[in-house]
């Protein structure tokens, strides 16, 4: 079956630190890849997303993400991450093409940033 | 424009009852999901309706649970009768059209229900 894994369950960061959080998912086929983050109190929302073109995608917030096709990976990044980055973050596929509608997320990484 | 709201925010039943949890999608979006999330798991996809047709209801869990969107405007899902294994965070999540085609998907803030 499909599946996304996010290797870290719970980061912790001091603020300037750079982030880069894991995931994988396994489907040989055509994917779109996603970033979802959910700050305390809120909805789930989009942070970045790919599905064709340059695999290095630039999101909202400062953070990034690249998706390597040959390691099934499309990790996270900040350069720099703020208080205000505390949130759990969840990568999400939809393996196949532009008709799919099913997408799978991964079990989250809880990301804490220390003042 | 308002957004996904989910009613209600909180449940809290026995094992045995029945719990009906409620969806409005954006107005206007014909695509709308049902999610769960089980105690710091994945978050699952139950089911994809499109305007009132099911259009893939492959992790509906088992027949104790029963989604309806009739009029294919806002959307029930019922779980009756709840067992412990329940519990969770149930999200709904709305889109103009199919995620894979690159309409955005949009969530709600969710209904956590525990079953005691």
């Known amino acids: 079956a499909q599946s996304v894994s996010q290797h870290n369950h719970h980061v912790i960061l001091s603020e300037a630190a750079s982030l880069e959080l894991g995931c994988n998912y396994s489907?040989?086929?055509?994917?779109?890849l996603f970033w979802y983050v959910q700050y305390p109190g809120q909805h789930l929302q989009l942070l970045l997303k790919?599905?064709?073109?340059?695999?290095l995608v630039k999101g909202i917030k400062g953070f990034e993400a690249e998706f390597i096709k040959s390691k099934f990976s499309f990790n996270l990044r900040k350069p720099s991450v703020q208080w205000s980055d505390t949130a759990e973050y969840f990568c999400a596929v939809i393996p196949g093409y532009s008709s799919a509608s099913k997408i799978i997320f991964g079990s989250g990484t809880r990301l804490s940033i220390r003042p | 424009e308002a957004g996904v709201t989910q009613f209600p925010s909180h449940s809290v039943i026995e094992k045995g009852q029945t719990v009906t949890l409620r969806c409005d999608p954006i107005?206007?979006?014909?695509?709308l999901y049902w999610y769960r999330r089980v105690m710091g798991k994945e978050i699952k996809f139950l089911l994809h309706?499109?305007?009132?047709?099911?259009?893939?209801e492959s992790g509906m869990p088992n027949n104790r649970f029963l989604a309806e969107r009739t009029g294919g405007t806002y959307s029930t899902l019922k779980v009756q009768p709840a067992e412990l294994e329940d519990s969770g965070v149930y999200f709904c999540?709305?889109?103009?059209?199919?995620?894979?085609?690159?309409?955005?998907?949009?969530f709600g803030n969710g209904t956590r229900l525990t079953v005691t």
């Open positions: 790919y599905f064709s073109g340059d695999p």
């Open positions: 489907y040989g086929g055509t994917v779109n």
């Open positions: 999540a709305s889109s103009q059209a199919r995620p894979g085609s690159g309409s955005p998907l949009h």
């Open positions: 107005s206007g979006h014909d695509n």
């Open positions: 309706f499109v305007k009132e047709s099911k259009q893939d």
